[in-house]
T-cell receptor, first 114, second 112 residues
Framework: DAEITQSPRHKITETGRQVTLACHQT?????MFWYRQDLGHGLRLIHY???????NKGEVSDGYSVSRSNTEDLPLTLESAASSQTSVYFC?????????????FGQGTRLTVV | AQSVTQPDIHITVSEGASLELRCNYS??????LFWYVQSPGQGLQLLLK??????LVQGIKGFEAEFKRSQSSFNLRKPSVHWSDAAEYFC??????????FGTGTQLKVEL
């Protein structure tokens, strides 16, 4: 079955370190998204991509970057981790060619910055 | 910019009782609306979606939602709640390009 997987599921890192969270989908979806989930805020969009070599900033993009070198992967990089980036991160994908479709979410990565 | 309000942070219901979770949205055009459910430690699972047509939408697990344009609402309902429905529920509106704006979520507790 096609799916979307995130790794690692849990990570602890130190302030100032560079961290990369992986997201891999096997649906061949062109659209991919990164959200962060925080109490009292729900999920907020960090970055998104509509295809290879395309990346765009979302609502809360400061301190994060993404790259899209192939259709399947959209890694999220924290250039210099900060305690404010402790959160649960969700990757999602969707197929722009399908009318009335929804985004499919990964299981999430819980990141703790100490 | 679009926004979603879920006024109830926590709701507790008895098993077998009916449930209604409130969602109000703000969006300039015809909204695409979604309800997702998140069980502890899990990702988000789609319960139902509204794009157009019939304003009463049926979803999985016995859930339904009604789109009311005049009230800018998309409330989620279930006639009889099961203990396994305990989870967090998110309402979301699409702002174009499949980008979602979420509400802050409602935590549902089910008393046996």
């Amino acid at each position: 079955d096609a799916e979307i997987t995130q790794s690692p599921r849990h990570k602890i890192t130190e302030t100032g370190r560079q961290v990369t969270l992986a997201c891999h989908q096997t649906w061949n979806h062109n659209n991919m998204f990164w959200y962060r989930q925080d109490l009292g805020h729900g999920l907020r969009l960090i970055h998104y991509s509509y295809g290879v070599q395309d990346t765009n900033k979302g609502e809360v993009s400061d301190g994060y970057s993404v790259s899209r070198s192939n259709t399947e992967d959209l890694p999220l990089t924290l250039e210099s981790a900060a305690s404010s980036q402790t959160s649960v991160y969700f990757c999602a994908s969707s197929d722009p060619g399908q009318p009335n479709t929804e985004a499919f979410f990964g299981q999430g990565t819980r990141l703790t910055v100490v | 910019a679009q926004s979603v309000t879920q006024p109830d942070i926590h709701i507790t219901v008895s098993e077998g009782a009916s449930l209604e979770l409130r969602c109000n949205y703000s969006y300039g055009a015809t909204p695409y609306l979604f309800w997702y459910v998140q069980s502890p430690g899990q990702g988000l699972q789609l319960l139902l979606k509204y794009f157009s047509g019939d304003t009463l939408v049926q979803g999985i697990k016995g859930f339904e939602a009604e789109f009311k344009r005049s009230q800018s609402s998309f409330n989620l309902r279930k006639p009889s709640v099961h203990w396994s429905d305990a989870a967090e529920y998110f309402c979301a509106v699409e702002g174009g390009g499949n980008k979602l704006t979420f509400g802050t979520g409602t935590q549902l507790k089910v008393e046996l």
